[in-house]
Structures are given as structure tokens and as C-alpha cells.
């Protein structure tokens, strides 16, 4: 019901951008979230956007490099990343619950299987 696309391998520096649709799912009464989960870490939310496109950031690290969004009629949620650092390399997770956003994992009722994307030096 949620799959994630997009990743890869990028530089140090780079941009690239992730993006996740859903299916069988109200897509604009969702809150969607992005987590990531690096190597040996637990998964960390990154950032939220609810059904009233309110954000929440949940990772200070990213704070002006990542953009979140969402296209309502495309059923899809983006992340654009840029002047990515290597400490970005990780997994990336899209999650969905009802309305509102959360910084607990728990809270999420769907995940998708996650995107790999990793930050050469």
C-alpha cells in the first residue's frame, strides 16, 4: 500500500529526490512521514507532513537541505535532498497514518519497504 522509489548512490554534495505513492489509501487524509535508518541505528523520523500540509521536522540535521511535500492528485509524497553528506546515508522509510503527525514509529500504520540512498565522500 506504500512504496517508496528514487535512492541510489550520490556524491557528497548532491541532490536527489524520493518519492512514495500509495494505494488503497485516502492519500489526503494521511499524515506522511519520512524516517530513515542508518547502519547500526535505530530508524529516526526526518520529516512530516500532515493532511493540512503542516510540516514537522524531527531531524535538525537536515533542516534546510531536505524538503518535504505532496501532490494530492498524484497519490505521492517527496522528499528533496540536497547537499547531501555522507552522515545521510541511510534507508529511507515512507510512512502513513491518519491526519496528524507524529514522532513516534509506532504511531504509523503503513510503511513501505524502504530506499536505499547513499552519500559517497
Known amino acids: 500500500q506504500v512504496a517508496e522509489s528514487g535512492g541510489g548512490l550520490v556524491e557528497a554534495g548532491g541532490s536527489t529526490t524520493l518519492s512514495c505513492t500509495t494505494s488503497?489509501?485516502?492519500?489526503?487524509?494521511?499524515?506522511m512521514g519520512w524516517f530513515r535508518q542508518a547502519p547500526g541505528k535505530e530508524r529516526e523520523g526526518v520529516l512530516c507532513i500532515n493532511w493540512r500540509y503542516n510540516i514537522t521536522s524531527y531531524e535538525d540535521s537536515v533542516k534546510g537541505r531536505f524538503t518535504i511535500s505532496r501532490d494530492n492528485g498524484r497519490n505521492t509524497l517527496y522528499l528533496q535532498m540536497s547537499s547531501l553528506k555522507p552522515e545521510d546515508t541511510a534507508t529511507y522509510f515512507c510512512?502513513?497514518?491518519?491526519?496528524?503527525?507524529?514522532?513516534?514509529?509506532?504511531?504509523?500504520?503503513?510503511w513501505g519497504q524502504g530506499t536505499q540512498v547513499t552519500v559517497s565522500a
Open positions: 488503497g489509501l485516502t492519500f489526503d487524509g494521511l499524515a
Open positions: 510512512a502513513a497514518r491518519w491526519h496528524s503527525c507524529s514522532a513516534s514509529r509506532a504511531d504509523y500504520l503503513y
